[in-house]
């Protein structure tokens, strides 16, 4: 199983960016569609952005399209995710996911996802 690692989160200003990285180790990330994922107090976990294995496809949640990126270097075993014109209600712990199913456009849903990071803390404040 793969090993993930988040990192970059923090405390910013409305409007300000962020961007999240999450390393990948014990197994390439290569062959597997990635997600990011957010919680925040007394919510359910959210999707927010995936990325296909081989790159061509990317998905985003409707209230971060066109504020996120999110794109990965396989070299390196790492995906990101940009983080622009952040918002009070952007705030969560943020998960990075790899997909259970390699050699897949990619998926919305948390239980397509079987390695999780542990995720996080990204405040914004207004």
């Known amino acids: 199983q793969v090993q993930l690692v988040e990192s970059g989160g923090g405390l910013v200003q409305a409007g300000g960016s962020l961007r999240l990285s999450c390393a990948a180790s014990?197994?390439?990330?290569?062959?597997?569609?990635m997600g990011w994922f957010r919680q925040a107090p007394g919510k359910e976990r959210e999707f927010v952005a995936a990325i296909s294995w081989n790159v061509i496809s990317t998905y985003y949640a409707d209230s971060v399209k066109g504020r996120f990126t999110v794109s990965r270097d396989n070299a390196k075993n790492t995906l990101y995710l940009q983080m622009n014109g952040l918002r009070p209600e952007d705030t969560a712990v943020y998960y990075c996911a790899a997909q259970r199913t390699p050699y897949t456009a990619g998926s919305t849903k948390p239980d397509d996802f079987d390695s999780w990071g542990q995720g996080t803390q990204v405040t914004v404040s207004s």
């Open positions: 014990g197994r390439a990330i290569s062959a597997r569609a």
